[in-house]
């Protein structure tokens, strides 16, 4: 099973921006496709982007041209860039490893870190 720790959580202020980082570990990450979620209190926990393992990527339309999901294969890491950061992106924020390279099954998820964007 795929071990996720994330980082790069904290305080901004809007408008500013952050860079989160999803560090693995375990074999078949190149294969898989990854994932960043987000849940805020009191709400679902929803989809903020995915990566496949080819680098095709997918973002929920209230991040789109704010955020950005990457990944570097050698560093068995993703990474969600976040600009232009909005009170309502506050959240905790927690990695996740698909079962497959396209991204239809979770297999593991991070601990979690959290975001507050003051306004």
């Known amino acids: 099973q795929v071990q996720l720790v994330e980082s790069g959580g904290g305080l901004v202020q809007a408008g500013g921006s952050l860079r989160l980082s999803c560090a693995a570990s375990?074999?078949?990450?190149?294969?898989?496709?990854m994932g960043w979620y987000r849940q805020a209190p009191g709400k679902q926990r929803e989809l903020v982007a995915t990566?496949?393992?080819?680098?095709?990527?997918n973002y929920a339309d209230s991040v789109k041209g704010r955020f950005t999901i990457s990944r570097d294969n050698a560093k068995m890491s993703v990474y969600l860039q976040m600009i232009s950061l909005k009170p309502e992106d506050t959240a905790v924020y927690y990695c996740?490893?698909?079962?497959?390279?396209?991204?239809?099954?979770?297999?593991?998820w991070g601990q979690g870190t959290q975001v507050t964007v003051s306004s």
């Open positions: 375990g074999s078949f990450f190149s294969m898989n496709a």
């Open positions: 990566i496949t393992s080819g680098g095709i990527t």
């Open positions: 996740a490893a698909y079962k497959d390279p396209w991204g239809t099954s979770i297999g593991s």
